[in-house]
């Protein structure tokens, strides 16, 4: 991949974005293209950057902070749209703005009290499983409200949205059940909490489906850096290692 060809793809990547929300009458500012550089060069990362890109989505803890210290220098925001265990909170913790996947008490209450120490405030997204697949992190539908209702007592978190990964799957309805399943528990949960408005879901495989059901953040890598060598099972491992 050169500069050329990421280019080329995230012109590509734009009108298919806008041609997404046409179809269901939306406007493609409300879309927040979120680029996912996971197995991707600093490099690569670079020549993003150079293309306009001000924030990138990895997925690893040990691989976001060695691209980040590297890259000290770019004016780029960083996020974690993957798992964090709690023992890798205070680590982390400086290197991103925002975390897409928080999906415990436990690690919610790791998080604030090291954001605490720093004195920061972190955005937050809460990981919801919507395909009912059990090597999927996220909690159950079920759990989401007694959650939302226990983040409150965290003053350095702030609930911005749910995040979601849909099932593994060519059949399209079944993709489409999960996002429309994000969607509705987003608007159950603005009735007591307004001010969640997010909804984090859509990849290169799905994020057309994902825009017509209502996504404000897609996480697109394979569509603009090209393939990955790594299968997404190091990715999502089958037993979490939760
Ligand atoms: C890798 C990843 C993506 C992007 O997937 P692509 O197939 O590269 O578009 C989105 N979300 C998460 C959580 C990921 O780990």
């Known amino acids: 991949m050169n500069t050329d060809e990421i280019s080329r793809n995230l012109q590509r990547l734009e009108q298919r974005i806008t041609n997404a929300c046409l179809k269901v009458n939306r406007k493609s500012q409300e879309i927040r293209l979120i680029p996912v550089t996971k197995t991707k060069s600093a ?6 950057v150079a293309l306009g890109v001000s924030h990138v989505g990895e997925n690893k803890v040990q691989e976001l902070i ?3 210290e590297r ?19 205070k680590k982390i913790i400086q290197y991103i703005q925002e975390f ?16 605490q120490c720093i004195d920061k405030k972190l955005d937050v997204f809460i990981q919801v499983n919507t395909s009912n697949e059990i090597s999927k992190y996220g909690m159950q539908p079920e759990q989401l409200a007694d959650f939302l209702c226990q983040m409150q007592q965290f003053r350095q ?29 987003l608007d159950e949960s603005r009735i007591d909490y307004p001010n969640i408005s997010r909804l984090s879901m859509g990849m290169s495989g799905d994020f057309e ?32 290692e939760k």
């Open 43 to 48: 490099e690569m990362i670079q020549m993003a």
């Open 66 to 68: 060695s691209k980040a």
């Open 71 to 89: 890259l000290q220098n770019e004016k780029l925001e960083w996020i974690l749209i993957g798992h964090l265990q709690s023992n890798k909170v």
């Open 100 to 115: 897409h996947a928080l999906d415990s008490i436990k690690l919610a209450e790791k998080l604030n009290k090291e954001l």
């Open 157 to 185: 978190l702030n609930v911005v949205g749910l995040m979601t990964l849909a099932l593994h799957t060519k059949h399209e309805p079944q993709i489409r059940q999960c996002f429309q399943l994000l969607k509705k528990l």
């Open 209 to 240: 489906i994902a825009i017509e059901e209502g996504a404000t953040d897609i996480r697109v890598g394979q569509a603009i850096f090209g393939h990955r060598a790594l299968a997404d099972e190091y990715y999502w491992p089958e037993q979490g």
